[in-house]
């Protein structure tokens, strides 16, 4: 097939993947790991935290036999702390079981394993023809059929025509290669179409504007919240908390703050959620996009004493605080 000829060739060197049409297939282990921190993040981000895990975790059972927290210290930064815990769990479970196993289904019951990141373990760790769709193979299938529905509500269309596509001969490098070519070259703004192993039957460029597939419906704005963030010193110590465990950064080591809400708060209902009485002052402000809303943080300082995890205040950027927090601890 053209598009395996053109992956034996141009195939990404990436550190969890086994070479292209090689005897070898790549360690389950890997595989999981990389696709649960690839879910919503960029190879580029990736890449230093994988290096990162496997070298200090080199097995599933390693993972497991590591603490919670120092995972979640390891993925600080990493973003959609979810799945570091749902990570760990995995790893426990799949160390219980003596290894993980090779079925899409039993797949799905491991924690923060869905429907993709199954299908990809299944078919790139395994060799079961499983149908990969992520959000480059989305575009490539839109394209290659100019789809006018847009997304998200062509997905299932999308999904059932990648499909089609779905062959016993090396699965595994024909997922990863519908990936590699949403990623290299059916890229979201100007398409390298002169360089495509499929531009001969590609609809969208026979439409004479290929960029414009996927069609898309406008976004709405995301919402604005607003929360106080509360840095108590004593010395040259800081006072963290861990969040809860349901919720956003669940778990996580973190500033004491107010909720997050709709509207700005004024200092006496600020106040009331301090960690400590003291004389807080107002030190800048720090806004951080989430999926799903933007948060603006002011942060307020004093010296004082309070019940507590104590921490160095010097080494605030090592005890694996959510980017959020790192920037309010850290604002000068």
């Known amino acids: 097939m053209a598009l395996l000829d053109w992956y034996d060739r141009h195939a990404r060197s990436l550190p969890w993947r086994a070479p292209p049409n090689g005897p070898a297939r790549m360690d389950p282990y890997r595989v999981w790991l990389s696709e649960v921190m690839l879910q919503q993040t960029t190879v580029a981000t990736v890449s230093p935290y994988f290096e990162r895990f496997v070298s200090r975790w080199p097995t599933v059972a390693d993972l497991a036999a590591a603490p919670r927290e120092d995972v979640l210290r390891l993925w600080a930064g990493l973003g959609y702390y979810s799945r570091a815990r749902n990570l760990h769990a995995a790893a426990l479970a799949v160390a219980g079981a003596g290894g993980f196993p090779a079925d899409e289904t039993a797949l799905r019951a491991l924690p923060g394993v869905g429907a993709y990141t199954a299908a990809a ?161 107002a030190s800048g402000a720090v806004r951080h996009v989430f999926t799903h809303f933007t948060l603006t943080l002011e942060v307020w300082t004093a010296e004082g004493d309070a019940e507590g995890d104590w921490r160095a205040f010097a080494d605030v950027g090592a005890h694996g605080l959510p980017t959020v927090f790192r920037k309010a601890a850290m604002l000068s």
């Open 121 to 281: 373990i299944a078919t790139i760790a395994f060799g079961l023809p499983a149908n990969v769709v992520d959000g480059n193979v989305e575009r490539v299938m839109a394209r290659l059929h100019a789809v006018e529905t847009p997304l998200p509500d062509a997905k299932p269309e999308l999904a059932a025509l990648a499909a089609r596509y779905v062959t016993p001969e090396r699965p595994g490098d024909w997922a990863q290669a519908l990936m590699d070519l949403g990623a290299t070259v059916c890229t979201p703004r100007a398409p390298g179409c002169d360089r495509c192993p499929a531009a001969f039957a590609c609809k969208a460029l026979e439409s004479g504007a290929p960029e414009t597939f996927p069609r898309r419906r406008a976004k709405a704005a995301k919402p604005e919240r607003h929360g106080v963030a509360f840095r108590l010193l004593r010395g040259g110590d800081i006072l963290l908390v861990r969040r809860p465990e349901k919720g956003l950064l669940g778990g996580m080591v973190a500033l004491p703050t107010t909720p997050w809400r709709d509207e700005v708060w004024d200092r006496d209902a600020a106040r009331a959620h301090a960690p400590a009485d003291a004389d807080w002052r």
